[in-house]
């Protein structure tokens, strides 16, 4: 069966050489762009991860709007799949219940940062099961999907089949225990497009971005392609197959449609046919496959056009380690965006992470940026030119001239230019660079010209005008220009310069010098970006950070209750927020803090061993403390751990079943005196990895033994294993 794929081509409309103004700017005439988030999948409500994507988006969306692009940027949420089924039970409320109340997180996060978000899909949408049903009768039709059964192993966690398991049937993605199912599936034919992606690949080189993820997806597709299952008979909450609804549709093959939902796809057709192909897919370098393999043969399978360009980017660490819910690290927008506003945390992402690569991220960094380059930098630029602008010209624009050198014109020419080139690559941090090269060239040209010097002199007068004009119309450039990235200070500023209207309207290829007019009348102004103590800020974001941390807990705690015993250990992880994965100071009461400090990784040993520096005595209420689930242990075996000399991996019966746990006491136990021993288990911590061996659990101890060695909490008394502690 013959697919015409529309292989992306060199976008025309990428050109930046594409005329500014060709005189019928109706909007049927205008190029569009058409850009798209990841779905975010509601097993994690929003943080710092989620809303880098977005901001990156948001920015791309208002710079091509600013080139006179048609545009539309849709995110959304998925919404199905097991674990969101089992996150709704443990909070016993309904899948539905459950989703809505995540779903609802972004949206609000997206309007308190002021992102332009035109479409917001959700998979639990009507409009989407249509589509993807229609997408997949698509390719039914054209022979690519056909019965047959799985067996092998499978891992709950990434909800995926695991081909090859490492040993011991692990999932070599999570390195959690598979399980071995065998269930009837439809299955796409994805084996029959190696060929077809290598060649769209090659054919076009821009497709995957950066260089390197492409390499990776190429030697993935160089290796063979199988088949792929797409459905699910052992999930209830998806979207029913056609024709056969014991069968649910694979998590994967529901979300990636969404792309094609926003936009109108077997529903309105003239959108569709005007938006489609996407232009740009960011995503997150961890679900590459996905979208650079499996999502364009899920298009040419149903005989769809391709998008244009897949970029992943990288990754934000928080002290050097990846974010992520099972380490606890997570970190929130709102504490920056409220302490020094949306401006300043858009700012610093963008400047930050070289787009593509992993960035770090730190409250110092953050409030060094704010206070050099938007304190001193643009906002001090703003204030002094406007102040003697009022002081000297009555708050008028001066009269410029052109017989006085002005280095700046050329200045501002030069770097416009470069900046342009650098947004349209998706080179952020570059583009900003740049743009701050016009302010230091402004502050110097200022700091020679010393206009307060020339305003002692009569006959400088005209001089004077010159000087100020320029500054301002070299300002007018820093604000179009970087207007994308901080929207909010650049529309007050402006303002400030007596320029109507909203600043977006502006066409970024249009910036020619002497846009200000003479004689006009300056805004109020005030500060946009006052600088901040360090210190004060620092701990603020920090307080803010931990309040939100406790809110969600406790909101977890409000609505999720625990299930019985035995699902504990999967059960975090399908949760919003581990529930006693307490950041460092706020456990601290409690035995359960220890591994909140765990975010340096894994040298802290499970004990709590790891001395934090000395907390605030916070109480904790008795609800807090019946999170915590201890329970008497039997061990069974213990052994040492390759390579670190505290640590013991400890079989322990808990009573429902044996856990391994791994404990930081092998400097004070030998393994062989273990076993019989009864120890006190923390049950129901995130499961976590140290030293690559994964433990489930927790082993209490006291940490100030001889030599400050650990000593097991243990009992006097027979009690049975499983017993819980109260
Ligand atoms: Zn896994």
Partial sequence: MENRAHIPEKARADS???????????????????????????????????????VVADTIARYKR???????????????????????????????????RISGEYRRLWNELGLQIDRF??????????????????????????????EGQYCVFDEMYVDEPLPGNLCPECHRPTELVREENYYFKLSVFQERLIELYEKHPDFIQPEARRNEVMAFVRGGLRDLSVSRTSVKWGIPWPGDDRHVFYV?????????????????????????????????????????????????????????????????????????????????????????????????????????????????????????????????????????????????????????????????????????????????????????????????????????????????????????????????FVVVLAHPVIPQSTQTIWRQLGLPGAIESQRLDALAWGGLTSGTKIGEFAPVFPRVDHKEAF??????????????????????????????????????????????QTGATSTASAPGAGTSGAGTTPTGATQAAPASPVKIGIDDFTKVEMRVGVVQSAEKVAGADKLLKVMVDIGTEVRQVVAGIAEAYKPEDLVGRRVVVVANLNPRKLRGVESNGMILAASGGAEGKPVLCTFAEDVPAGTRLK
């Avoid at 994690?44 to 977005?54: D, I, K, N, S």
């Avoid at 899909?121 to 054209?142: C, F, I, K, P, S």
């Fill in 66 to 100: 600013m080139r006179g692009y048609d545009v539309v940027l849709l995110t959304g949420t998925d919404e199905h799949g097991q674990k969101v089924e089992r996150a709704a039970k443990v909070a016993r409320v309904t899948p539905q219940a459950y989703v809505d």
């Fill in 121 to 150: 899909v959700r998979t639990t949408d009507d409009a989407h099961e249509h589509a993807v049903r229609r997408l997949l009768e698509q390719a039914r039709d054209n022979g690519y999907v056909y019965k047959g059964h799985y």
């Fill in 539 to 584: 701990e603020r974001m920090e307080a803010m950070e931990q309040e939100m941390n406790q809110a969600a807990k406790a909101g977890s705690a409000a609505a999720e209750q625990k299930p019985p015993s035995a699902t504990q250990a999967s059960v975090p992880s399908a949760q919003g927020s581990g529930a006693v994965t307490a950041p460092p």
């Fill in 252 to 476: 994967w093959y529901d979300a990636l449609a969404s792309y094609m939902t926003g936009i109108g796809y077997g529903d309105d057709e003239l959108q569709w046919e005007h938006y489609w192909p996407a232009d740009l897919h960011l995503i997150g370098k961890e679900i590459l496959r996905f979208h650079a393999v499996y999502w364009p043969a899920f298009l040419l399978a149903a005989g769809e056009p391709l998008p244009k360009k897949i970029f992943a980017h990288g990754w934000w660490l928080f002290q050097e380690e990846k974010m992520s819910k099972s380490r606890g690290n997570m970190q929130h927008p709102q504490p920056a965006a409220r302490v020094l506003g949306i401006d300043a945390l858009r700012y610093f992402l963008l400047r930050d992470m070289v787009f593509g690569q992993d960035g770090n991220y730190t409250r110092d960094t953050l409030l060094t940026r704010y206070n050099s380059d938007l304190a001193n930098g643009l906002g001090n630029l703003a204030s002094r030119t406007l102040t003697m602008i009022e002081k000297y010209f009555g708050g008028e624009i001066p009269e410029r001239s052109s017989e006085i050198d002005n280095p700046l014109k050329s200045a501002c020419a030069a770097e416009s230019q470069i900046v342009l080139d650098a947004y349209e690559s998706y080179s952020f941090s570059a583009a900003l660079q740049h743009i701050w090269q016009i302010i230091s060239l402004v502050d110097n040209y200022l700091t020679n010209e010393k206009p307060w010097k020339l305003a002692e002199v009569p006959e400088e007068r005209k001089h004077l005008a010159s000087v100020l004009y320029n500054a301002a119309e070299a300002l007018r």
């Fill in 16 to 54: 930046p050489s594409q005329p500014a103004h060709h005189g019928r700017a109706e909007r049927g005439t205008r190029p569009k762009f058409y850009l798209t988030t990841p779905i975010y999948y509601v097993n994690a409500r929003p943080h710092l991860g989620h809303t880098y994507t977005t």
